[in-house]
């Protein structure tokens, strides 16, 4: 595992984080995560966190209407009743 050094101001931001928090670069960018040891189990939430891409919901296509969430629901009760 590569070790990263923090310098003053990065130990002093990474302190505040009390759950899994994202890294990002001045533009905005997800460089990756930090799981603070205190939190428990903080080296699977970083393993985990560590496999989500942030950008797929950007790739999906939005071609089709979008529907509201009591749009689904009705939907899904007239496929229940079709069995």
Request: aromatic letters at 4%; proline letters at 6%.
């Amino acid at each position: 595992m590569l070790t990263v050094k923090a310098d003053a101001a990065m130990k002093a931001a990474l302190q505040k984080a009390t759950s899994l928090a994202q890294v990002c670069d001045s533009d905005g960018t997800i460089i990756g995560f930090f799981a603070p040891v205190s939190l428990d189990r903080a080296p699977l939430y970083a393993e985990a966190a560590a496999h989500i891409d942030p950008m797929a919901h950007k790739r999906q296509p939005q071609d089709g209407p979008l529907k509201t969430t009591a749009e689904v629901l009705e939907h899904l009760k007239t496929l229940e009743s079709r069995q």
